[in-house]
């Protein structure tokens, strides 16, 4: 039986676990899929309760999607609606808008929890 993650030796078990099955030529539905699935959850459960990931900065977020999207400074500037206010924005002189968080959440899928940070 199963049980839930709760130190970090159960923790490395898992892991190793969860290696081995990926090892393996795994049937869809079977009983080693099912455990696959089973111990992924606890591994994340357990990393999310204790190995937390901070939110990125709204510009670190935003400079990270620009570089996996391959969008360029031009290309910013013109869903920010101007040249200068990407600068503007870059150099701390100025905030983003609402406007501008809900084009950034819509262009580059960025989440708005992390564009409405402080920064």
Do not use: C, H, W
């Amino acid at each position: 039986m199963m049980k839930p993650i709760k130190s970090e030796k159960q923790y490395d078990e898992a892991l190793k676990r969860i290696y081995a099955l990926m090892q393996e030529d795994i049937v869809a539905e079977s009983k080693d899929s099912d455990e696959l699935e089973f111990l992924s959850i606890l591994v994340k459960e357990y990393e999310r309760e204790n190995y937390p990931v901070e939110k990125p900065l709204p510009l670190d977020a935003i400079k990270f999607r620009m570089d996996q999207m391959n969008i360029t400074e031009a290309d910013l500037s013109e869903i920010l609606g101007a040249r200068s206010r990407k600068s503007e924005i870059f150099s701390g002189k100025r905030k983003l808008s609402l406007s501008m968080i809900r084009k950034l959440k819509e262009k580059l899928n960025i989440s708005a929890d992390i564009l409405i940070q402080e920064y």
